[in-house]
């Protein structure tokens, strides 16, 4: 069975920085592409950037330059280092994962507040 834990979430002032961690375990044979994905009060979940096994990043528009993703295939962890946090930055942060063979998987989401 697999199983994505998350940490790291928390509340933060408008400015400062949060690092998020998803630790992905189970019966996992190769993870193509890791990601994270958030959703804010009232609007639907969004891309925040996602990187797949050789390092390839994308990140959407609001959060580039601002957020970095980086993964530790050998632990199969993925992080989200958030710099600069803005309130618009506020929602529920959802770890996943895009397995070589079989379905997408899922974190329980971590709450991420910016205030100011």
């Known amino acids: 069975q697999v199983q994505l834990v998350e940490s790291g979430g928390g509340l933060v002032q408008a400015g400062g920085s949060l690092r998020l961690s998803c630790a992905a375990s189970?019966?996992?044979?190769?993870?193509?592409?890791m990601g994270w994905y958030r959703q804010a009060p009232g609007k639907q979940r969004e891309l925040v950037a996602r990187?797949?096994?050789?390092?390839?990043?994308n990140y959407a528009d609001s959060v580039k330059v601002r957020f970095t993703i980086s993964r530790d295939n050998a632990k199969n962890m993925v992080y989200l280092q958030m710099s600069s946090l803005k309130r618009e930055d506020t929602g529920v942060y959802y770890c996943?994962?895009?397995?070589?063979?079989?379905?997408?998987?899922w974190g329980q989401g971590t709450q991420v507040t910016a205030s100011s």
């Open positions: 996943n994962i895009e397995p070589a063979d079989g379905p997408d998987y």
């Open positions: 189970g019966s996992i044979f190769s993870i193509n592409v």
């Open positions: 990187i797949t096994r050789g390092g390839s990043t």
